[in-house]
């Protein structure tokens, strides 16, 4: 967090000095063609292969990496100052995440919600071993400190200036489903309606 709060600082020391500085500000970034696999394409992952029994109460956002694409092309212009803008995206809670990947799967994906105050220290410990451990704990306590400051935000000036509307989360969530499978990351099964079993793998 600290990482992001420092740059925009800056970033908006130098706007209120005038600078003709823009910035960007996504959620998390689901999409295809992730080399890396990004935290929300991991989170994706792990949910279809049964690793999130559990989940946090409180929300957050998602926006789809077609979208951070077009408001960066957007805002590539002179002209405009100093401008901010959050991408348009979807919040999500944990109902929303696991009810819209049944619908894209056909899956039960069962889970449980507890409240986000009780997973912070669980998912601090999580993120404290994760440093040691030969293998990945699918806890992160920024995501669970997120989803307990029940993040909400405001993106209607870059729908309404920029003409950015995020697609429906049904298609940015069947297309990474589906790339995640193309890729190796998850098995048909785990994949299921998202894919047919003769979706080629790349």
Partial sequence: ????????????????Q????????????VGTNDPHLSGEM?????VLKGRYPFFPSGGYHI???????????????SGGG??????PGHR?????????????TGRRLPYLTQPAAVMLPVTWAASAAQRILPFRVPAEYEA???LYNNTACDDSRARVELGIHPPPLVETFRD?????YQAGHISNRQAGDAVSRRSPRR
């Fill in 82 to 87: 100093p401008r901010r803008y959050i991408v």
């Fill in 63 to 77: 926006v789809d990496v077609r979208s951070v694409a077009r408001t960066h092309a957007a805002v590539m212009t």
């Fill in 144 to 146: 669970a400190l997120v």
């Fill in 1 to 16: 967090i600290a990482s992001k709060a420092d740059p925009e600082r800056v970033a908006r020391n130098l706007q209120d």
């Fill in 92 to 104: 999500l809670d944990g109902r929303t995440l696991f009810g819209t990947l049944r619908a894209v």
């Fill in 42 to 46: 991991r989170r994706l992952r792990d």
């Fill in 176 to 180: 990474a489903v589906r790339w995640l």
């Fill in 18 to 29: 005038g600078a003709p500085v823009t910035t960007v500000h996504p959620g998390g970034v």
